[in-house]
Nanobody, 118 residues
């Protein structure tokens, strides 16, 4: 099975930047969509951003203009560049992938912690 693996989380001050990475355990697997989700403390999981194999992107309103999702299809890796971070961005960030030809997020990573301090 495919297992997304996130990296790049950490502690950053308000206004700082972080870059998250997500790679599939199966190097030959090419999901139609790769998405980032997050779960703030005490809250439910929410959508952050997604990118298709062809490069089409979609963002949650709360992160537009601050976060940028990108994808390297050759390496089957996705990135989330986060800038202008706010304390409300503090959450466990999850990478998820659809199948090669579907829109359902079947594969989920274990998550990486992002903490934004004041």
């Amino acid at each position: 099975q495919v297992q997304p693996v996130e990296s790049g989380g950490g502690l950053v001050q308000t206004g700082g930047s972080l870059r998250l990475s997500c790679a599939a355990s199966e190097r030959t697997f090419s999901p139609l969509q790769i998405g980032w989700f997050r779960r703030p403390p005490g809250k439910v999981r929410e959508f952050v951003a997604q990118i298709s194999r062809g490069g089409s992107t979609r963002y949650a309103e709360s992160v537009k203009g601050r976060f940028t999702i990108s994808r390297d299809n050759a390496r089957n890796t996705a990135y989330l560049q986060m800038s202008g971070l706010k304390p409300e961005d503090t959450a466990v960030y999850y990478c998820a992938m659809t199948g090669s030809g579907g829109y359902l997020y079947n594969y989920w990573g274990q998550g990486t912690q992002v903490t934004v301090s004041s």
